[in-house]
């Protein structure tokens, strides 16, 4: 079956460590996202690619890095500069639209919930 | 002013009451509005969409967009415990990158 992988499911930080957070499709898809979702905030976008070897920031991308060296991987990189890191992490892929007019809705992962400790 | 504004909840019902989940914006360049459902730890799935005004039904769901007054609704009907989930609306204009509601926690007991 086609879908996204994040893993691992649960991740647990000491403060001052980078940490890196696995995301990958089989859909196929060239597009893909990084979101954090904190308790009353709804989806932020931190990092979005879409193509291989290209990746633009989003929102709130201060203290994460990206790298999309192959189509199917997207992995998110949460570093010691990101001063509030709990959260629970949400990856997303998509088609890309060739018109303005084409839509295509997210495929999203189960999430990686990490935490400081 | 947020772009998109949802009221978090908690919303709680009977089983089988009519639901009615509600989003705001503000962008008139958006075009597709966007249901997404979460179950608690996990991750979201596209429920149903709309292109520009109107309603659009998909079983006991139906989504209305009030482009005028820049209003989304979601309605669900004969409510079931399964319909127990965080419903997020999300709105885009065109090709971008959607813009995500909070999120409204519906709780639906037997």
């Known amino acids: 079956d086609g879908g996204i992988t994040q893993s691992p499911k649960y991740l647990f930080r000491k403060e001052g460590q980078n940490v890196t957070l696995s995301c990958e499709q089989n859909?196929?898809?060239?597009?893909m996202y990084w979101y954090r979702q904190d308790p009353g905030q709804g989806l932020r976008l931190i990092y979005y690619?879409?193509?291989?070897?290209?990746?633009q920031k989003g929102d709130i991308a201060e203290g994460y890095s990206v790298s999309r060296e192959k189509k199917e991987s997207f992995p998110l990189t949460v570093t010691s500069a990101q001063k509030n890191p709990t959260a629970f992490y949400l990856c997303?892929?998509?088609?890309?639209?060739?018109?303005?007019?084409?839509?295509?809705?997210?495929?999203f992962g189960s999430g990686t919930r990490l935490t400081v400790v | 002013q947020k772009e998109v504004e949802q009221d978090p909840g908690p919303l709680s019902v009977p089983e089988g009451a009519i639901v009615s989940l509600n989003c705001t914006y503000s962008n008139s360049a958006f075009q597709y509005f966007m249901w997404y459902r979460q179950y608690s730890r996990k991750g979201p799935e596209l429920l149903m969409y709309t292109y520009s005004s109107g309603n659009k039904e998909d079983g006991r769901f139906t989504a209305q967009v009030d482009k005028s007054s820049k209003y989304i609704s979601l309605f669900i009907r004969d409510s079931q415990p399964s319909d127990s989930a965080t419903y997020l609306c999300?709105?885009?204009?065109?090709?971008?990158?959607?813009?995500f509601g909070r999120g409204t926690s519906l709780i639906v007991h037997p």
């Open positions: 997303a892929s998509s088609s890309t639209p060739l018109k303005l007019t084409d839509f295509y809705g997210y495929t």
């Open positions: 690619s879409q193509i291989v070897n290209d990746f």
């Open positions: 859909l196929n898809h060239d597009a």
């Open positions: 999300a709105p885009k204009a065109g090709s971008y990158i959607p813009t």
